[in-house]
């Protein structure tokens, strides 16, 4: 309670919608993924021009972006385009301005600031999801996350990155992995999606690398077919246990702060501090049934 009889504000406000735990690719040359795509449980939908999509029938793909996406705008989608030193990049995301405001662009094989600026000056207003998948791109890391106020998340490719260095171990990715993670909470994103996992048939083999990518601070994974979606879900959702605990911090925070003490002593003797509530608030978000959709967080 303040001074003047007002409640306190709450340090640490609720989170307005549910984190994206799930995304799902669809190329945009094959109509009939990107519609199921449109109707699954994914929380966001990658439309696909890039590297799931040949050569010859990128033109076609960048044409039918309207038709596939007209009717759709309750969803969260996110078109993926091929890089702007490709042939097909530019017109790419000239493509683009026909499509609704909040669809937004996810950047592929990003190097640099500079790589990043260049498309953030051809798409206006969308909010920018940007792969790192080079070595370069995983140096630049940081440098990248902060050097457009409209990067919403960062993202690793695997699949390329383990070309670019020549690498098949997943112990290898371990670094690149944490540098991901450490550079998009630094920049103040949220924590990133894993890349996709491979095998599409190999739903226990997801499920351990999932385990693994959510101890290294992922939320979250990029999918490329349905059946690994719900995989994904139950690896990141938190357990029982964890979200109970996670209201009681919450609500421990809370009547403290309304007694005006900032930190509080749980009955088992754990110090909570600010820091803890707020691990605690996205627990509890991750754990509550799906909002109404927030198409502009895309
Ligand atoms: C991998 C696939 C080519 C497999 O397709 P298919 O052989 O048709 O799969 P199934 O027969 O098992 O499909 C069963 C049903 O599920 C539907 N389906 C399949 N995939 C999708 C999807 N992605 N979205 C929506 N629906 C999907 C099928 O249509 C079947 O439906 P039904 O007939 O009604 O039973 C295919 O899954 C695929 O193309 N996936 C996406 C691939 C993609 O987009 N790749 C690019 C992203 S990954 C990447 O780029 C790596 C990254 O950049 C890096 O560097 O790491
Ligand atoms: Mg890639």
């Given at each position: 309670m303040r001074q003047?009889?007002?409640?306190?504000?709450?340090?640490?406000?609720?989170?307005?919608?549910?984190?994206?735990v799930t995304l799902l690719?669809?190329?945009?040359?094959?109509?009939?993924?990107?519609?199921?795509?449109?109707?699954?449980?994914?929380?966001?939908?990658?439309?696909?021009?890039?590297?799931?999509?040949?050569?010859?029938?990128?033109?076609?793909?960048?044409?039918?972006?309207?038709?596939?996406?007209s009717g759709?705008?309750?969803?969260?989608?996110?078109?993926?385009?091929?890089?702007l030193e490709t042939p097909w990049g530019a017109l790419d995301l000239a493509a683009l301005a026909a499509l609704p405001a909040q669809i937004a662009?996810?950047?592929?094989?990003?190097?640099?600031?500079?790589?990043?600026?260049?498309?953030?000056?051809?798409?206006?207003?969308?909010?920018?999801?940007?792969?790192?998948?080079?070595a370069g791109g995983i140096e630049s890391a940081h440098d990248i996350a902060r050097a457009h106020p409209r990067v919403a998340s960062l993202g690793l490719g695997e699949a390329d990155l383990r070309s670019d260095l020549g690498i098949d171990d997943d112990a290898a990715l371990a670094?690149?992995?944490?540098?991901?993670?450490?550079?998009?909470?630094?920049a103040g994103l949220p924590a990133p999606s894993m890349s996709v996992y491979p095998n599409v048939r190999?739903?226990?083999?997801?499920?351990?690398?999932?385990?693994?990518?959510?101890?290294?601070?992922?939320?979250g994974r990029t999918a490329i077919h349905p059946r690994q979606l719900p995989v994904i879900v139950a690896a990141f959702a938190p357990t029982e246990v964890e979200v109970a605990r996670a209201r009681l911090v919450v609500a421990a925070m809370r009547d403290a702060q309304r007694a005006g003490n900032g930190?509080?002593?749980?009955?088992?003797?754990?110090?909570?501090d600010v820091a803890m509530v707020e691990r605690a608030r996205r627990t509890v978000a991750l754990a509550e049934p799906t909002p109404s959709p927030r198409p502009d967080l895309s």
């Amino acid at each position: 309670m303040r001074q003047d009889g007002a409640p306190t504000p709450d340090p640490t406000p609720a989170p307005a919608h549910r984190p994206v735990v799930t995304l799902l690719y669809a190329p945009a040359d094959r109509p009939g993924l990107v519609a199921k795509a449109l109707a699954s449980a994914a929380d966001v939908v990658i439309v696909d021009l890039e590297d799931a999509v040949a050569p010859a029938h990128k033109q076609a793909a960048r044409a039918a972006l309207v038709d596939l996406l007209s009717g759709h705008l309750d969803r969260r989608v996110q078109v993926r385009v091929n890089a702007l030193e490709t042939p097909w990049g530019a017109l790419d995301l000239a493509a683009l301005a026909a499509l609704p405001a909040q669809i937004a662009v996810r950047i592929p094989k990003v190097g640099s600031p500079a790589d990043l600026e260049r498309v953030a000056l051809a798409v206006g207003d969308r909010p920018l999801h940007v792969l790192l998948e080079t070595a370069g791109g995983i140096e630049s890391a940081h440098d990248i996350a902060r050097a457009h106020p409209r990067v919403a998340s960062l993202g690793l490719g695997e699949a390329d990155l383990r070309s670019d260095l020549g690498i098949d171990d997943d112990a290898a990715l371990a670094y690149a992995r944490s540098r991901i993670v450490i550079a998009a909470r630094a920049a103040g994103l949220p924590a990133p999606s894993m890349s996709v996992y491979p095998n599409v048939r190999d739903d226990a083999g997801l499920a351990r690398s999932c385990a693994i990518g959510r101890s290294l601070g992922f939320l979250g994974r990029t999918a490329i077919h349905p059946r690994q979606l719900p995989v994904i879900v139950a690896a990141f959702a938190p357990t029982e246990v964890e979200v109970a605990r996670a209201r009681l911090v919450v609500a421990a925070m809370r009547d403290a702060q309304r007694a005006g003490n900032g930190t509080v002593v749980l009955p088992d003797g754990t110090f909570l501090d600010v820091a803890m509530v707020e691990r605690a608030r996205r627990t509890v978000a991750l754990a509550e049934p799906t909002p109404s959709p927030r198409p502009d967080l895309s």
